[in-house]
Nanobody, 122 residues
Framework: QVQLVESGGGLVQAGGSLRLSCVAS????????AGWFRQAPGKEREFVAA????????RYSESVEGRFTTSRDNAKNTVYLQMNDLKPEDTAVYYC???????????????WGQGTQVTVSS
């Protein structure tokens, strides 16, 4: 059974930081790209960041470029999303996902976590 479990969400003031973690089990995580998506109330799920299986290359949405960094530790089957300089518009449920390729397209991800809430107060 494949599981992706996110953690690290919470409430933070604008300008603050959070680090999300996503632990995978039941799959060979080191052979898959990992992505982060978010969904705010009343909005569609949107791409945030993705990282290659090797961890060497990552890509980001324009809205988080320069503030968020994704990384991974394949020995721990874990991917991270370091979020700095958080803004109220970053408030959303954040999901991690696994794919066979590095992509911004949610439908190309095979496995998803349950999500973790991030709330940024102004």
């Amino acid at each position: 059974q494949v599981q992706l479990v996110e953690s690290g969400g919470g409430l933070v003031q604008a300008g603050g930081s959070l680090r999300l973690s996503c632990v995978a089990s039941g799959i060979t995580f080191s052979s898959r790209a990992a992505g982060w998506f978010r969904q705010a109330p009343g909005k569609e799920r949107e791409f945030v960041a993705a990282i290659r299986a090797s961890g060497i290359f990552a890509r980001y949405s324009e809205s988080v470029e320069g503030r968020f960094t994704t990384s991974r530790d394949n020995a721990k089957n874990t991917v991270y999303l370091q979020m700095n300089d958080l803004k109220p518009e970053d408030t959303a449920v954040y999901y991690c996902a696994a794919s066979s390729s590095l992509t911004r397209t949610a439908s190309q991800y095979d496995y998803w976590g349950q999500g973790t809430q991030v709330t940024v107060s102004s």
